[in-house]
């Protein structure tokens, strides 16, 4: 069945009032009055790419949605607003789509306002969000640049084995956590980890004109990750795992450890380097260079 986009629209439009004050679904733009600096972030998932032609439409739906959410995150926004472009061929259940993706914008609190939708050979999901500082954090949007030599890197939870089990389908969006560390002055960058530790890291590090030395013996392993693999690898390289890279004042990391207030631990991962390249720690606690490369969406 082709896709009726009137009534999908009417379907979202219904689902999704704009808040009082806010102009949403229904004109050719959105329109909001920003608080203070506004952060914006595209971010597109493909059939193919990111998920297979076999997943639940509401999966792909939710993990439109968080992945895009997951980059306010990593900036310690406060989600406002989001628009959807979803490109929908019939054999998709376009409706089911809209409805895994708009349960998971609300759960955060983010009001669909706009988008667009059209049909397609296959499916794609664009999904634009926007955020505020946090009034708790001074209005303070965290940035990978901002970190210096001698600062730990730290993670927010375990890593690996996300495509395995099927969880990149259903990530978590870390903006409890990303708000939280903006409101402390001693972390200071801070970036999500979509692509994998051993890809993810080195940005961080080239960001704040650093390089970066990884401790693979350190890094937290997911339990999705099964005890016969590769763990290291699997925790360093995986990816779509959605945790919180963040770097930290190395004299202030009991006071964070002590305070952090959700459920998985931080963990130190590494710390930066005054000269440039990506390092890692061997199984002698030598400093080889870092080989491996994460995870690339082919």
Request: charged share 20%.
């Amino acid at each position: 069945m082709a896709l009726d986009e009137n009534a999908l629209i009417r379907a979202v439009t219904a689902a999704h009032p704009a808040p009082a004050g806010v102009l949403g679904i229904g004109d050719d733009c959105c329109v909001w009055t920003p608080r203070g600096p506004t952060c914006l972030s595209v971010d597109a998932i493909a059939e193919g790419r990111h998920f297979t032609a076999d997943a639940d439409p509401r999966l792909v739906g939710r993990k439109a949605a968080a992945a895009a959410l997951s980059d306010l995150a990593a900036m310690g926004a406060v989600p406002v607003g989001a628009a959807v472009a979803i490109s929908c061929p019939a054999r998709w259940d376009a409706g089911a789509v809209m409805a895994g993706l708009g349960a998971e914008l609300m759960r955060h609190g983010c009001p669909l306002l706009g988008g667009d939708t059209t049909g397609a050979d296959s499916l794609v999901v664009s999904v634009t969000v926007w955020g505020e500082g946090d009034p708790a954090a001074g209005g303070r949007l965290l940035r990978r640049s901002g970190a210096g030599p001698g600062d730990l890197l730290v993670v927010s939870g375990p890593l690996g084995g996300s495509l395995r089990s099927g969880r990149h389908l259903t990530p978590e969006p870390r903006l409890a956590e990303g708000r939280w560390l903006a409101r402390h002055g001693f972390v200071h960058a801070l970036m999500d980890l979509s692509d994998g530790l051993a890809a993810d890291a080195p940005k961080l590090a080239t960001a704040s004109a650093c390089g970066c030395l990884l401790l693979p013996e350190q890094v937290p392993v997911h339990p999705d990750v099964p005890d016969f693999s590769d763990t290291i690898t699997a925790a360093l390289c995986d990816g779509e795992d959605y945790e919180l890279l963040a770097a930290v004042e190395a004299s202030q990391w009991p006071t964070l450890q002590l305070a952090w207030p959700f459920a998985h631990p931080l963990a130190v991962v590494g710390w930066l380097l005054p000269e440039p390249g990506a390092w890692m720690e061997d199984r002698h606690q030598r400093r080889v260079p870092l080989a491996m490369r994460g995870y690339e969406h082919r």
